[in-house]
């Protein structure tokens, strides 16, 4: 048994532990973005206290205003999640070209339990000769899994990015995109 595929996840996990800690660094642990995270909790804490004691005129002005904090803290979300866009980018570049330096004359690492579909048997073979079987996958693909999956549980696990706390007052899509989660589905 080869463990050429371990190591081709352990490369992806520790690219994905190096991308998460470059963003932390260059964005979510800026100055600006605690601030903004910390005055979020004080702004629906505020209209909470309000919702319990103030009369019905009060509500709404608070309510107002906090509307219009959102509408200004969901332009300045936007800008870090650019910022952690763009860190995102480079990092899975760079380490793409690594890795395919170091596993791309390696040949397949896998064996899929399954023939995958002609329109994916590209993204399978990525770096193998067409000549081998149809089932047997490269590294890249294993990375490509690895990377996407792994990145999102460490992200989860450490708290990392936005948050729950900011999908209400990130800028909306363009009329015609498609919704990024199931829970805007169901708010429709």
Known sequence: MSLIPLAVIAFST???LVTEFLQWFFVWRT???????NNLSKHEKLVDDAKETSTTKNLKKKEQRLQTWRT???????SYNMKASV???????VTYKVMTRLFSQIGPVGRLPFE???????VTHRGLDASTDARDCSAVFIFVLCQGSVRMV???????GMGREFKDIMPTLPKGFPS?????????
Do not use: H
Not at 31 to 37: A, M
Not at 180 to 188: T, V, W
């Open 14 to 16: 520790t690219a994905a």
């Open 154 to 160: 460490i992200g989860k696990l450490l708290n990392l």
């Open 180 to 188: 990024l989660s199931m829970d805007d589905k169901k708010a429709k």
């Open 87 to 93: 860190v995102l980018m480079v990092c899975v570049l």
């Open 116 to 122: 995958p579909p002609p329109f994916l048997q590209k």
């Open 72 to 78: 200004e803290a969901g332009r300045q979300m936007a």
């Open 31 to 37: 100055p600006g973005f605690v601030t903004l995270k």
